[in-house]
């Protein structure tokens, strides 16, 4: 049972635009969300998190929207760069100490000339 | 800059065998943690560790076991390797406990199991 869903297996945005990446939970405990970048072989890379007590958390070009209603939340990346190009990990997290974390699938960014 | 280094980016081993693998890291953090990820599963997580000598099952721990006698070195273990623990292995410290703060990864072990 997937906790935590990322539909799009890929998406392929032009440079200079937006770039969308949706992620949906199911757990309503969990309270906590992050995102992961990951290139080709390296390790992730934290890009930005997000408490439920907020709905939207920003970092430069990166924003994380959450709608808790809707167990919904999606990373804006304005404007897509090349570098962007990469696997994006979105993350959830409850409030207990013995809450993990769960990932998602990922979803492939590509970033078009 | 945190720098978690993973003892080999490759490894071939056989069904049976037993896999040691090595992760330190050197800004002194509490935590620690070993994932997996695979195509189309994402990461999922192993074991981790909040402080020496102590250990945590994650959501997958069947088939592994963790040691941390320093507080730089995580190492995970397979027993008797098997060809489904095929894949590639990451490791990660954080300096607070708990899963809200930000890990730092290692860059991978691709493990393949013959």
Request: some cysteine.
């Amino acid at each position: 049972d997937q906790q935590v869903k990322q539909n799009s297996p890929s998406l392929s945005v032009q440079e200079g635009r937006i770039s969308i990446l949706n992620c949906d939970y199911t757990n309503s405990m969990f309270d906590y969300f992050l995102w992961y970048k990951k290139y080709p072989a390296e390790g992730p890379t934290f890009l930005i998190s997000i408490s439920s007590i907020k709905d939207k958390n920003e970092d430069g070009r990166f924003t994380v929207f959450l709608n808790k209603s809707a167990k919904h939340l999606s990373l804006h990346i304005v404007p897509s760069q090349p570098g962007d190009s990469a696997v994006y990990f979105c993350a959830a997290s409850g409030m207990g100490r013995g809450d993990k974390i769960i990932f998602g699938k990922g979803t492939r960014l590509h970033i078009l000339p | 800059d945190v720098k978690v280094t993973q003892s080999s980016r490759y490894l071939v081993k056989r069904t049976g065998e037993k896999v040691f693998l090595e992760c330190v890291q050197d800004m002194d953090h509490e935590n620690m943690f070993w994932y997996r990820q695979d195509p189309g599963l994402g990461l999922r997580l192993i074991y981790f560790s909040y402080d020496v000598k102590m250990k945590e099952k994650g959501d997958i721990p069947e088939g592994y076991s963790v040691s941390r006698e320093k507080k730089e070195r995580f190492s995970l273990i397979l027993e008797s390797a098997s060809t489904n623990q095929t894949s590639m292995y990451l490791c990660a410290s954080s300096l607070l406990t708990g899963f809200r703060n930000e890990q730092f990864f290692g860059p991978g072990t691709r493990l393949t199991v013959l």
